[in-house]
């Protein structure tokens, strides 16, 4: 008969494999779960890499639960400065790294912000006026320190308008060497002639220089007016107004629909919505940042 154990007795003999009884229904023959992407160690060339956890980062934007965002990057949906991210646990610098979701990249740093904004007409596109007239500035009040507006509207026109308190960006998105596509809707008096688009697109000469746009067609045709859809990235002042009406479409109406891939959409006149993290990534990729 074996002795019964006591303090000083080994559960089991040096030599003996330890073994770990389960609850009831337990078999030993049951296969182990293979363990989850999550309780796998870094990579050994990512074990010096300072910053924070991609699945953690990725959680914190929005994109998922933690457990989410491992089984994307297990997909091959992620991607960090350009390359497919081909292991969990990798560390990375939300200031300085690019991090892409299914091929839209984020935008993570918690300090710059960018608004989206309908402007109504008779609104100014400047943060103050010393003649108390209606500006953007009063429309976007204290939501953020150091706001600025993205290029401008004219006065009459509406539409949307980016702000933010990213300059570089800022900067980049009214430069007309990034090329930035700014999408408007006209109503034009008058019925469009049937070659307009190829005239259009070829060019036309106005007193400043000469301007083609990247887009045009006619949306709708009612009661002698006409509403026509413009698509270029030129940011000279009245450039639309002026070049339509050069070619006899004299405006009465202008509303700009979409910078780049941000649209209005269904944005109430007036309103003010931030946008998303991919959003302002999308923007930041547009203009090479």
Known sequence: MNAAPTDETPDHLPDEPSTTRGGEGWSEEMDLAPAHPADRGPAPEDADREGERLQKVL????????????DMIDEGRIMVNGAVVQVQGMRVDPRTDHIAVDGVRLELRDDRVTYALNKPAG??????DDRNRPTVGDMVGDLAPGL???????????????????????????????????????????????????????GVELEDGPVRVD???????????SVVEVVLHEGRKHIVRRLLAHVGLPVSRLTRTAIGPVKLERMRTGSIRRLTRAEVGQLNELVGL
């Open 123 to 128: 609104v100014i596109t400047a943060m103050s």
């Open 59 to 70: 959680a914190r934007a929005g994109v998922g639960s933690r457990r989410i965002c491992e």
């Open 215 to 225: 887009g045009f067609q006619v949306v709708d045709t009612h009661a002698g007016q």
């Open 148 to 202: 600025v507006h993205v290029g401008r509207l004219d006065q009459d026109t509406e539409g949307l308008l980016l702000v933010t308190n990213d300059g570089e960006l800022a900067h980049r998105l009214a430069h007309p060497s990034y090329e930035v596509k700014k999408t408007y809707l006209a109503q034009v008096s008058g019925s469009v002639p049937r070659d307009m688009y190829k005239r259009l697109r070829q």
